[in-house]
């Protein structure tokens, strides 16, 4: 998979890729990510790539020549499968949208600052729109490492365990049963007997019995969708 991520902070969002598995999955060359500075294809020598919007209002807008010219480059050297905007109001990123994306080939990711973009990039050149939540950030950039991460993780072979992504938290819809390791007691606090029974079938019901109770107190919305 290759991921090229357009930004005005190009930097703001390199560390998250130097680190653990999104990085070893970058060692193991089973995901490449190109960072790509707005700045270079801006309309002027003086690097301006943002102007007032119409009809008077405060901030600044994000032009389409730059945005254009930077997508219009990376198209003519290859096809892409997802064109995505990253922005407060979009529809939320969940764990369905990360599996169904970790199996493209080729995708940009357009982080957004400002007041937002010109909306003709939006109606004309972007595919997909994201938002990571209901609250706002100062830009796209975080946004956009969070999407990679949720990606990155599910590409096969990224995780050294094959099953442990699905045993995520969402990936069957519920939250993830509490887990626990040694020692079996400490300050009197003991882990749940069962799991030290051996008794593999009833620990798995025990597992899917708490999921199902922890989704049901913290996160009754996602029963629903059941
Ligand atoms: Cl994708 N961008 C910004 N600026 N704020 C957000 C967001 C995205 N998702 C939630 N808040």
């Known amino acids: 998979m290759r991921i090229d991520i357009i930004s005005v902070l190009p930097d703001l969002i390199k560390s998250p890729f130097q680190h653990s598995i999104i990085k070893r999955a970058i060692d193991k060359k089973l995901v490449e990510v190109h960072f790509h500075n707005l700045r270079d294809y801006a309309i002027n020598d003086y690097g ?14 994000m032009m389409i020549e730059p945005i254009d010219k930077c997508i219009s480059k990376l198209q003519s050297e290859r096809n892409y499968d997802e064109i995505i905007y990253m922005t407060p109001d979009a529809e939320t990123l969940n764990q369905q949208t990360a599996n169904t994306l970790s199996l493209k080939e080729n995708i940009i990711i357009l982080c957004g600052h400002y007041k937002g973009i010109d ?13 990571i939540g209901d609250y706002v950030l100062s830009g796209g950039e975080l946004a956009a490492a ?12 990224v995780l050294g365990n094959e099953t442990s992504a699905l045993s995520d938290s969402f ?5 993830a049963p509490p887990v626990y390791t040694r020692p079996a007691e400490y ?40």
């Open 48 to 61: 301006k790539i943002d102007d007032a919007p119409y009809g008077g209002e405060s901030g600044m807008v």
């Open 119 to 131: 909306h003709r990039v939006r109606d004309l050149l972007i595919t997909k729109e994201i938002s």
């Open 146 to 157: 969070v999407l990679c991460d949720s990606i990155i993780r599910l590409i096969p072979g």
């Open 171 to 175: 990936q069957d819809g519920l939250l």
């Open 187 to 226: 300050k009197n606090i003991k882990v749940p007997e069962i799991l030290l029974s051996g008794n593999f079938p009833k620990i798995d019901n025990w597992k899917s019995e708490k999921a199902l109770e922890r989704t049901k107190r913290i996160r009754p919305d996602l029963l629903k969708n059941q």
